[in-house]
């Protein structure tokens, strides 16, 4: 129901949280999140997303698309914008599509939320905003938050910038750097990066991102940007290691030369007048058990896919 329910424990309408994005990585997990936080959750993506749960409303629709990007919002408290080309390499490849999809989409949708008086835009940024490296990436985000913050000061929805630092855990996929590190280990017997390994990492767990991210609704983070980054810093090199010891297995580390274009060595920060406050959990997942979690999914994936391999046995 587009309007919200009425809670038959307290007699209150429940909000409703629109996530675009909402069948990718970062946006499933978001989505649960709120599911979880008592919201009425609206998906809305390019495509159906795979892990729907409770009560959550999936809706089709591109974001350059504006009569459908209007009624997704309509009758939404708050919007949470994940929707965009998240991967350097790709914007790299397309930087139209990452000016169109990146800025563009989130110019359509910020004025969807001016014009339904949307109570908090949540907007998915990233840390190499503050970087000289990431490319078209960067600079995609780098334009959207500027666009989030003069359409809140032109009237539009008040705002959280989240700038989320190495997301890792269940549901990423071969664009993320540790599952295609185990899934190489696994498959290949070899972890081949290319890069010399010394790169530094403050990696999050994906569930601890998503909880970060209902809690910046609390009115102290209201026009604010945040920095949502791991607890424990970690070498590229030393990752590798670890998946190696974990899987207890004789895999090869394979690395080059230098750091892969784009990216950074050690800290995203070059000096920026404008910081983010970076906001630490209580509780959060230990970097061991959250790589352990994302081989049991790779093992997992891959004895449903020999499962399936099985022809079934006729009568004898």
């Known amino acids: 129901m587009r309007n919200g329910k009425i809670t038959a424990e307290t007699g209150e309408r429940r909000t409703v949280a629109l996530v675009t994005g909402g069948a990718g990585f970062l946006g499933s997990h978001v989505a649960d999140a709120l599911t979880k936080a008592g919201h009425k959750v609206l998906v809305f ?19 350059n ?18 929707g965009a080309i998240a991967d350097i390499q790709d914007c790299a490849d397309d930087p139209v599509a990452a000016a169109r999809i990146n800025v563009l989409g989130t110019v359509n949708l910020l004025e969807a939320c001016r014009r339904h008086s949307v109570k908090r835009f949540v907007f ?27 359409f809140a000061e032109a009237g539009g929805p008040p705002f959280t910038v989240m700038r989320y630092g190495s997301l890792y855990g269940r549901r990423s996929g071969p664009k993320n750097r540790i599952y295609r590190m185990i899934s190489d280990a696994m498959t290949k017997g070899a972890i081949d990066f290319p890069g010399h390994g010394e790169a530094t990492r403050d990696f999050i767990n994906v569930l601890d991102a998503a909880r970060m991210s209902v809690g910046v609704l609390d009115p102290k983070y209201e026009n604010k940007f945040v920095l949502v980054t791991g607890y424990e810093r970690f070498r590229v090199r030393d990752v590798a290691a670890m998946i190696r010891e974990i899987l207890d297995r004789d895999i ?34 230990e970097f061991g058990h959250g790589l352990l979690d994302c081989i049991h999914e790779q093992h997992e994936a891959a004895q449903r896919r020999q499962e399936a391999e099985v022809p079934a046995k006729g009568p004898e």
């Open 252 to 285: 090869k580390l394979n690395f080059a030369e230098g750091e892969p274009p784009g990216h950074y060595l050690m800290t995203p920060f070059t000096f920026k007048p404008e910081m983010a406050e970076k906001i630490v959990a209580a509780e959060f997942i």
């Open 45 to 63: 993506d390019r495509r159906p997303s795979p892990y729907l749960s409770g009560d959550q409303e999936m809706l089709i629709g591109d974001l």
């Open 65 to 82: 698309d504006r009569d459908t990007v209007e009624a997704a919002v309509r009758g939404a408290d708050y919007v949470y914008h994940l």
């Open 124 to 150: 998915s940024s990233s840390a190499y905003i503050y970087s000289r490296h990431g490319g078209f990436y960067r600079a995609s985000k780098q334009a959207a938050e500027a666009f989030v913050q003069t």
